[in-house]
């Protein structure tokens, strides 16, 4: 969409393959091929058992595929982890975590690595840019654990970003949130793909907040997957094909409601039980 | 107060009960931080009553305890690590290694009293006599604490980010079960050596109470473990020191034990943090 030259595999950021996962005797993931191209916003949709953690985790290197093959930058995933930013579902730290902010940021940076820091110039002056660049700057020095939602989130994905990622998966950060942070972080990520160039896979149960944002949605129901623009997968026909019985898609003041998924039963059930 | 401390440091017993007990102290604290934020104090108090079992066995046979405490403690604990990978497994692991343990243990000792007819071994090893530690110990004893705490400073980073974010980390391929079973083999150190000063029963406190209270004010963990030694480190000194001095009160003229003055004062340490004004709110304010 952003960059319509950039179609060729060789540019491609993620790639995957014909992969298949099957975890404890059930397949979570069947024949899913798909390739993102560098800077892309993708939003990963569906319904809660659909694989979505799960297509995380392969992207991860820390769930291996039954079949098929997955390329980041032309790499495996496990020798690839250093590309990889991720932003793990539910970060809710004791209210007395001796950890401020500003070394919330820093693990992001050099966490892995055996030893103390011994600080340094460079390594202070990395952490100030990322910490600004997510508009933390303010609160730099407070404990994590008195932090609000969108607080923590913009740190995670400062966390994430100091590494230099090519790829960056976020799970979830829009649960827990306000609107306004919503807002925030979703336009967050946008810059992150958009201005930064990072190729990133939001997952949300919800696709409302990130429709400004999203270049393209990979809508994941019963072990399928669908890939495009909102327009094209986001609808009646498609889904209702992708989960294998009839679903309706409704637009209302520029919202989206899915309706007759799995999801939605205890939304639309109050009326079809009437 | 200056004849009070001239009489302590004039003391053979007194001077080798602190110098081995600060050692213990500064290690102790400084590990015990991790096992406050890992919420580990079940698996460290359980590798207190472990060592017991090695350290009766060790007496049997003539050894110092401290080599008895330490190796079957790090045993103990690579066990504990080994069977429970989730947090309820771990919880059950420790469990069944803790039984076991205890119920030889309950055997070594009952072979202890029957032998020697005195309960002196017994008694010193579940609630600790740092008096009557042999001061050929502080050698290693120092060893195995600069062990314990080169250890934690190799592990910092990585353990700071396994523990705090362990999502994450797993994500950046920091070696998480590897870390988890390193940290338990200084953890044991620490917990051993505390077992000496504080006895098996008793060891779970020099851990966490200024280590929980480190936490509480620190602003970073690495701060919080500076904060953790030295108040473990006064903490055991002023234990001594009382212990000491109560060789005059009643009832027996014999001294009180040192673990019931370390256990009181890490119980104020523990209140005070708790009930004292938080220094990081404060901070906040001035922050923003």
Same mark, same amino acid.
């Given at each position: ?10 540019? $491609?950021?993620?790639q995957l393959d014909d992969v ?11 024949g899913l091929s798909f390739s ?32 098929g ?51 340094? $110039? ?7 840019? $990322? ?94 997957a669908?890939l ?35 999801? $939605? ?10 | ?68 405490? @330490? ?165 055991? @000194? ?43 709110? @404060? ?6």
């Amino acid at each position: 969409m952003r960059n319509p030259a950039a179609d060729i595999p060789s540019d $491609a950021v993620l790639q995957l393959d014909d992969v298949g996962v099957t975890l404890g005797g059930r397949t979570v993931l069947e024949g899913l091929s798909f390739s993102l191209r560098p800077g892309e916003f993708v939003g990963v949709i569906g319904p809660n058992g659909a694989g979505k953690t799960t297509l995380l985790k392969v992207v991860l290197g820390l769930v291996r595929p039954d079949g098929g093959r997955v390329l980041i930058a032309q790499q495996d995933p496990r020798a690839a982890r250093r590309l990889v930013g991720y932003v793990p579902q539910s970060f809710t730290p004791d209210p007395d975590l001796p950890l401020r902010a500003r070394d919330l940021v820093a693990l992001g940076l050099d966490g892995t690595r055996w030893g103390f820091s011994l600080g340094g $110039a460079q390594r202070r002056a990395k952490i100030e840019e $990322a910490l600004r660049w997510v508009d933390a700057g303010h609160y730099a020095d407070h404990p994590v654990g008195r932090l609000s939602g969108g607080e923590l989130q913009r740190l995670l994905v400062a966390q994430a970003l100091i590494a230099e990622p090519r790829i960056m998966l976020l799970d979830e950060p829009l649960a827990n949130l306000d609107l306004r942070s919503q807002d925030e972080v979703v336009s967050l990520v946008g810059r992150v793909a958009h201005e930064r160039g990072v190729t990133v896979l939001l997952v949300t149960h919800d696709m409302n907040p990130i429709l400004g944002v999203m270049d393209r949605i990979l809508y994941l129901a019963q072990g399928q997957a669908a890939l495009g623009t909102v327009d094209d997968v986001v609808r009646g026909d498609v889904l209702s094909r992708l989960y294998g019985h009839h679903v309706d898609v409704v637009r209302v003041h520029g919202r989206i409601l899915v309706i007759g998924t799995p999801d $939605a039963e205890s939304l639309t059930c109050t009326t079809c039980d009437a | 107060m200056s004849s009070f401390l001239a009489s302590l440091l004039g003391s053979p017993a007194v001077t080798a009960a602190l110098l081995i007990g600060s050692m213990v102290a500064v290690t102790s604290g400084a590990v015990g931080v991790f096992v406050v934020l890992r919420a580990q104090s079940f698996a460290g108090h359980a590798l207190g009553d472990i060592g017991s079992t090695g350290a009766a066995a060790a007496y049997l046979v003539g050894l110092a305890p401290l080599y008895g405490f @330490i190796s079957v403690g790090v045993i103990g604990g690579l066990a504990i690590e080994g069977l429970g990978n989730r947090a309820r497994e771990r919880d059950i692991a420790t469990g069944i290694v803790l039984s076991l343990m205890l119920g030889v243990g309950a055997l070594l000792l009952y072979i202890l009293t029957q032998r020697s007819n005195a309960t002196g071994g017994p008694v010193s090893i579940l609630f600790g006599s740092i008096f009557t530690v042999d001061p050929r110990t502080a050698l290693p004893v120092a060893l195995f604490s600069l062990a314990a705490l080169l250890l934690m400073l190799l592990l910092y980073r990585p353990l700071v980010y396994a523990t705090l974010n362990p999502q994450a980390a797993q994500a950046r391929g920091v070696p998480v079960t590897l870390l988890g079973a390193l940290f338990m083999v200084a953890l044991a150190i620490a917990v051993e050596e505390s077992a000496l000063v504080a006895g098996a029963l008793l060891s779970t406190a020099l851990l966490i109470g200024p280590a929980a209270a480190a936490v509480r004010w620190a602003r970073s963990v690495g701060q919080a473990m500076v904060l953790a030694a030295a108040l473990s480190w006064l903490t055991v @000194i002023a234990g001594i020191a009382l212990a000491y001095q109560s060789y005059v009160w009643p009832p027996g003229h014999r001294g009180w034990p040192v673990s019931f003055f370390i256990v009181m004062l890490v119980l104020a340490e523990y209140l005070l943090s708790r009930l004292g004004r938080r220094p990081r709110v @404060i901070a906040r304010k001035e922050a923003t």
